[in-house]
């Protein structure tokens, strides 16, 4: 089964608008971490957000947030106010306490923000 | 703080040519890896290393081999390079191996195998 789970591979949001992009993960390791990347066109993997299985609020960094609904396993990212730099690939990944040996990522979300 | 530095940028390779990917953080990190991304498969593991004198496989490791003999150092070996190894390749690092531990990346080495 696959650890990490993304279902949309292209996204188009309007300049200014909300996106979601989702993130569903399967681990039966009571901790873990949730983490987001970044992707723009130049390449380089940019973190964005990270997540503990056992933090009891959803992570916010600035325009970013993490909805975080442990029980349904999703982890969905959230970019408010959204930006022309912010068109890029998104990946979600996870790290298990138990075996943290192995970061897992998804295969990616392209986001597209229109003008 | 350099970060994760990898060299070469880009190369190109024959079939059956060998190369070593390099791979350097100054962050003083314990866990280290190699990744490939290829379009639509996101990023997979290669191989990865908790510490010094310490390396294990990866989700795809056949083809490559690797070894840590500092902290600081990673390299990433192709032994005979094959077309399927065309991809671009990622070294990154961690702290260590705790839910917690980001992981930092350089900045990408883009192989093209003829």
């Known amino acids: 089964a696959q650890k990490i789970t993304q279902t949309q591979p292209g996204m188009f949001v309007q300049e200014k608008e909300a996106v979601t992009l989702d993130c569903t993960y399967d681990?039966?390791?009571?901790?873990?971490?949730l983490f987001w990347y970044k992707q723009p066109s130049s390449g380089e993997m940019i973190f964005l957000i990270y997540q503990g299985s056992y933090d009891q609020q959803n992570a916010t960094e600035g325009r970013y947030s993490l909805n975080f609904q442990k029980a349904r396993k999703s982890a969905n990212l959230v970019i408010s106010a959204s930006q022309l730099g912010d068109s890029a690939m998104y990946f979600c990944a996870m790290r298990e306490g138990g075996t943290g040996n192995q970061f897992y990522f998804g295969t990616g979300t392209s986001l597209t923000v229109i003008p | 703080n350099a970060g994760v530095t990898q060299t070469p940028k880009f190369q190109v390779l024959k079939t059956g040519q060998s190369m070593t990917l390099q791979c350097a953080q100054d962050?003083?990190?314990?866990?280290m890896s190699w990744y490939r991304q290829d379009p639509g498969m996101g990023l997979r593991l290669i191989h990865y290393?908790?510490?010094?004198?310490?390396?294990d496989q990866g989700e795809v490791p056949n083809g490559y081999n690797v070894s840590r003999s500092t902290t600081e150092d990673f390299p990433l070996r192709l032994l005979s390079a094959a077309p399927s190894q065309t991809s671009v390749y990622f070294c990154a690092s961690s702290l260590g191996v705790m839910p917690f531990n980001e992981q930092f990346f350089g900045p990408g080495t883009r192989l093209t195998v003829l």
């Open positions: 290393s908790v510490g010094a004198g310490i390396t």
């Open positions: 681990t039966s390791d009571p901790s873990y971490g």
């Open positions: 962050m003083n990190h314990e866990y």
